[in-house]
């Protein structure tokens, strides 16, 4: 799994260029550090649909928390907040993906 570093995006600098900052989806999976106001940014530039799945490890009432798949469309983005709930035994979400053709992603952090 690759290590996902985060970019920051200060709040009064507009947006960063997501196109030259995501990089390519690893095909066993990343991982990225978890945290208020932190999100995984995920663009599909394939011709299908793809399906990105965030590990959830945590339980309530002793009942496992489901994991949390999104679908993003072909030529499409997406982009989901990283909340500490998907915090794992490293400190960080594990991220996997159904394929990654033409898949890139990047972890984001709304600055101060």
């Known amino acids: ?25 690893t095909a066993l999976g990343d991982t990225a550090p978890c945290g208020p106001g932190r999100f995984l940014f995920v663009r599909n530039a394939d011709a299908a ?3 990105v799945t965030v590990a959830t490890p945590g339980t309530v ?3 496992p928390i489901p994991e949390v798949a999104i679908v993003v469309a ?19 979400a594990a991220i996997t993906y159904n394929s ?13």
């Open 49 to 51: 649909s793809h399906t």
């Open 61 to 63: 009432s002793g009942l």
């Open 100 to 112: 990654v053709t033409a898949v890139t992603v990047a972890v984001l952090e709304l600055g101060q």
């Open 74 to 92: 072909a030529g499409k983005s997406a982009v989901l907040p990283l909340a500490p709930v998907f915090r794992g035994t490293s400190g960080r």
């Open 1 to 25: 799994m690759a290590l996902l570093a985060v970019i920051p995006v200060p709040v009064n600098g507009g947006l960063p260029d997501m196109a030259a900052l995501a990089v390519p989806a």
